[in-house]
């Protein structure tokens, strides 16, 4: 998974380069069914700083995707977990510290929420 997180975000080995918001939802759309092709052409208007508030995208696919599933306390975690390993939820903030950084923020993100989904 964290290949093909890296790859996507950072648009190599073929793969079609997608936001950070967009590589969440990628990365999970084959074992949620409320995600498709469709909800990471949705969540494009959520990277880059886009996502209310100026949250990371990362944060905000993250918590959309327990949201939909009724599981507030993850999303909470998600959100604690972040502010962990990255400092912050704010993009603006995030970017700062330049895409290798927001890279590992958000195959560690990937790594959280498939460890909260194989818990269940």
């Known amino acids: 998974m964290d290949e093909k997180a890296r790859n996507h975000f950072l648009g190599k080995k073929g793969h079609k380069k997608l936001n950070c918001a967009q590589t ?16 990471v052409k949705k969540f494009k208007k959520m990277g880059y700083g886009k996502a209310p508030e100026g949250q990371c995208g990362i944060v905000y696919a993250a918590k959309y995707i327990f949201e939909k599933q ?10 604690k977990y972040f502010i962990k390993i990255a400092g912050t939820t704010n993009c603006k903030e995030l970017k700062k510290k330049k895409i290798p950084f927001c890279t590992e923020c958000l195959v560690q993100t990937a790594r959280f929420i498939q460890e909260k989904h194989n818990s269940v």
């Open 70 to 79: 009724g599981r507030i306390d993850d999303s909470r975690l998600t959100e």
């Open 24 to 39: 969440i939802v990628e990365l999970f759309k084959d074992r949620f069914d409320f995600l498709s092709d469709e909800t």
